[in-house]
Antibody, heavy 127, light 107 residues
Framework: QLQLQESGPGLVKPSETLSLICTVSGGSISSSRYYWGWIRQPPGKGLEWIGT???????YYNPSLKSRVTISVDTSKNQFSLKLSSVTAADTAVYYCARHRSIVVVPAAPPDWFDPWGQGTLVTVSS | DIQMTQSPSSLSTSIGDRVTITCRAS??????LNWYQQKPGKAPKLLIYAASSLQSGVPSRFSGSGSGTDFTLTISSLQPEDFATYYC?????????FGQGTKLEIK
């Protein structure tokens, strides 16, 4: 059974870079059928898609965050990672990683739904 | 961006009730609509994809319908474990966007 697990610091100072890793187990991140995504949820609020990566390294980002986000993949470790620069208190959220997939992947577009999800990790931006 | 608006935002319901949650897109999204369930302190769980396809392992009391701009998630007979927050998500246009959520509460 595929499982995803987020890891990284729970506290980041304003203006610094948030860095998280998602470790995939029970399946290969190099599968040609799937993409891998990051989603966040501020406390008590809704969900926001951050971005998605394919094992080859191709990426899709939410335009609202694109200037600050980098998602990368390490197939040798079955991991993908998120970096968000110049963070502020507004970036405080639970960060989830998830498999991002479709029935049929359309070229030049991210997949459709997220399943399964990691348990999430709370990152607080505070000095 | 496509705005996804769910109604109601919250709903007080009872065990055994038939529940319908609505999701409206700000422009047509064909059938590119997915539904998730989130319980407190837990990650969202996929229930329905492509508007009406039931994800494997999800009870058959959950169903989805709709196309274009208007979609519904129906729970035919509410069970105790169904009290949660439900989110819709469109996958027609990038960025992928979610509704604000509908919280089911015990009456």
């Amino acid at each position: 059974q595929l499982q995803l697990q987020e890891s990284g610091p729970g506290l980041v100072k304003p203006s610094e870079t948030l860095s998280l890793i998602c470790t995939v187990s029970g399946g290969s991140i190099s599968s040609s059928r799937y993409y891998w995504g990051w989603i966040r949820q501020p406390p008590g609020k809704g969900l926001e898609w951050i971005g998605t990566i394919y094992y080859s390294g191709s990426t899709y980002y939410n335009p609202s965050l694109k200037s600050r986000v980098t998602i990368s993949v390490d197939t040798s470790k079955n991991q993908f990672s998120l970096k968000l620069s110049s963070v502020t208190a507004a970036d405080t959220a639970v960060y989830y990683c998830a498999r991002h997939r479709s029935i049929v992947v359309v070229p030049a577009a991210p997949p459709d739904w997220f399943d399964p999800w990691g348990q999430g990790t709370l990152v607080t931006v505070s000095s | 961006d496509i705005q996804m608006t769910q109604s109601p935002s919250s709903l007080s319901t009872s065990i055994g009730d038939r529940v319908t949650i609505t999701c409206r897109a700000s422009q047509t999204i064909s059938s590119y609509l997915n539904w998730y369930q989130q319980k407190p302190g837990k990650a969202p769980k996929l229930l329905i994809y492509a508007a009406s396809s039931l994800q494997s392992g999800v009870p058959s009391r959950f169903s989805g319908s709709g196309s274009g701009t208007d979609f519904t998630l129906t729970i035919s007979s509410l069970q105790p474990e169904d009290f949660a927050t439900y989110y819709c998500q469109q996958s027609y246009i990038t960025p992928r966007t979610f509704g604000q959520g509908t919280k089911l509460e015990i009456k």
